[in-house]
Nanobody, 125 residues
Framework: QMRLVESGGGLVLAGGPLRLSCAAS????????MGWFRQAPGKEREFVAA????????YYADSVKGRFTISRDNAKNTLYLQMNSLKPEDTAVYYC??????????????????WGQGTQVTVSS
Protein backbone atom coordinates (compact mmCIF):
# COMPACT_ATOMS: atom_id res chain seq x y z
CA GLN A 1 0.00 0.00 0.00
CA MET A 2 0.98 3.61 -0.54
CA ARG A 3 0.33 6.47 1.88
CA LEU A 4 0.38 10.08 0.63
CA VAL A 5 0.52 13.17 2.84
CA GLU A 6 0.28 16.68 1.36
CA SER A 7 1.67 19.83 2.95
CA GLY A 8 2.47 23.44 2.05
CA GLY A 9 -0.99 24.85 1.53
CA GLY A 10 -2.05 28.20 2.96
CA LEU A 11 -3.17 31.74 2.19
CA VAL A 12 -1.36 33.63 -0.57
CA LEU A 13 -1.95 36.88 -2.45
CA ALA A 14 -2.89 36.77 -6.13
CA GLY A 15 0.22 36.69 -8.28
CA GLY A 16 2.29 35.03 -5.60
CA PRO A 17 4.01 31.64 -5.49
CA LEU A 18 3.39 28.59 -3.35
CA ARG A 19 4.96 25.13 -3.31
CA LEU A 20 3.05 22.03 -2.29
CA SER A 21 4.71 18.80 -1.18
CA CYS A 22 3.46 15.22 -1.12
CA ALA A 23 5.39 12.74 1.01
CA ALA A 24 4.94 9.11 -0.04
CA SER A 25 5.45 5.95 2.00
CA UNK A 26 4.83 2.26 1.46
CA UNK A 27 6.09 2.35 -2.13
CA UNK A 28 9.10 3.73 -3.94
CA UNK A 29 7.94 6.95 -5.58
CA UNK A 30 10.44 6.57 -8.42
CA UNK A 31 8.46 3.55 -9.64
CA UNK A 32 5.08 5.34 -9.77
CA UNK A 33 3.43 7.82 -12.03
CA MET A 34 1.93 10.59 -9.88
CA GLY A 35 -0.56 13.41 -10.21
CA TRP A 36 -2.04 16.49 -8.58
CA PHE A 37 -5.78 17.25 -8.48
CA ARG A 38 -7.83 20.01 -6.89
CA GLN A 39 -11.40 20.44 -5.72
CA ALA A 40 -13.32 23.58 -4.82
CA PRO A 41 -16.55 23.44 -2.77
CA GLY A 42 -19.46 22.31 -4.95
CA LYS A 43 -17.12 21.43 -7.81
CA GLU A 44 -15.84 18.14 -9.17
CA ARG A 45 -12.30 17.10 -8.43
CA GLU A 46 -10.24 18.14 -11.44
CA PHE A 47 -6.89 17.23 -12.91
CA VAL A 48 -4.05 19.70 -12.42
CA ALA A 49 -0.73 18.04 -13.32
CA ALA A 50 0.88 14.63 -13.82
CA UNK A 51 4.34 13.13 -14.14
CA UNK A 52 5.38 9.82 -15.70
CA UNK A 53 6.87 7.00 -13.64
CA UNK A 54 10.09 7.39 -15.62
CA UNK A 55 11.55 9.94 -17.99
CA UNK A 56 10.13 12.92 -16.05
CA UNK A 57 7.67 13.83 -18.82
CA UNK A 58 4.87 16.01 -17.50
CA TYR A 59 1.26 16.90 -18.33
CA TYR A 60 -0.82 19.92 -17.29
CA ALA A 61 -4.38 21.15 -17.38
CA ASP A 62 -4.79 24.10 -19.73
CA SER A 63 -5.81 26.30 -16.81
CA VAL A 64 -2.41 25.95 -15.09
CA LYS A 65 0.00 25.33 -17.96
CA GLY A 66 2.85 27.82 -17.89
CA ARG A 67 2.21 28.67 -14.23
CA PHE A 68 2.51 25.34 -12.37
CA THR A 69 5.36 22.82 -12.42
CA ILE A 70 5.19 19.23 -11.18
CA SER A 71 8.41 17.53 -10.10
CA ARG A 72 9.77 14.92 -7.72
CA ASP A 73 12.78 14.19 -5.56
CA ASN A 74 13.23 10.43 -5.56
CA ALA A 75 15.86 10.56 -2.79
CA LYS A 76 13.26 12.17 -0.49
CA ASN A 77 10.34 10.13 -1.89
CA THR A 78 8.48 13.42 -2.32
CA LEU A 79 6.33 14.93 -5.08
CA TYR A 80 6.10 18.71 -5.54
CA LEU A 81 3.81 21.22 -7.19
CA GLN A 82 5.36 24.65 -7.69
CA MET A 83 2.57 27.18 -8.27
CA ASN A 84 3.37 30.65 -9.63
CA SER A 85 1.22 33.61 -10.69
CA LEU A 86 -1.63 32.33 -8.55
CA LYS A 87 -5.18 33.47 -9.27
CA PRO A 88 -8.27 33.50 -7.02
CA GLU A 89 -9.75 30.74 -9.21
CA ASP A 90 -6.88 28.48 -8.11
CA THR A 91 -8.44 28.37 -4.63
CA ALA A 92 -9.19 24.73 -3.80
CA VAL A 93 -8.13 21.72 -1.78
CA TYR A 94 -5.18 20.15 -3.56
CA TYR A 95 -4.62 16.38 -3.56
CA CYS A 96 -1.73 14.24 -4.68
CA UNK A 97 -2.56 10.89 -6.22
CA UNK A 98 -1.05 7.62 -7.40
CA UNK A 99 -2.44 4.92 -9.72
CA UNK A 100 -3.09 1.23 -9.15
CA UNK A 101 -0.60 0.33 -11.87
CA UNK A 102 2.67 2.20 -11.54
CA UNK A 103 2.88 3.08 -15.23
CA UNK A 104 -0.60 4.65 -15.59
CA UNK A 105 -0.44 8.36 -16.35
CA UNK A 106 -2.65 10.04 -13.74
CA UNK A 107 -4.71 12.53 -15.72
CA UNK A 108 -8.20 11.66 -14.47
CA UNK A 109 -9.80 10.56 -11.21
CA UNK A 110 -10.52 7.15 -12.78
CA UNK A 111 -6.75 6.58 -12.90
CA UNK A 112 -6.31 7.01 -9.12
CA UNK A 113 -5.88 4.25 -6.56
CA UNK A 114 -4.28 6.26 -3.72
CA TRP A 115 -5.26 9.76 -2.55
CA GLY A 116 -3.72 12.07 0.00
CA GLN A 117 -6.00 13.84 2.49
CA GLY A 118 -5.58 17.21 0.76
CA THR A 119 -4.15 20.61 1.62
CA GLN A 120 -6.08 23.89 1.36
CA VAL A 121 -4.83 26.65 -0.95
CA THR A 122 -6.57 30.02 -0.73
CA VAL A 123 -5.65 32.84 -3.12
CA SER A 124 -6.87 36.33 -2.22
CA SER A 125 -7.17 39.29 -4.60
Amino acid sequence: QMRLVESGGGLVLAGGPLRLSCAASGRNLRNYAMGWFRQAPGKEREFVAAIRWSGEFTYYADSVKGRFTISRDNAKNTLYLQMNSLKPEDTAVYYCAAPEFHYTVVTGTQDVRYWGQGTQVTVSS
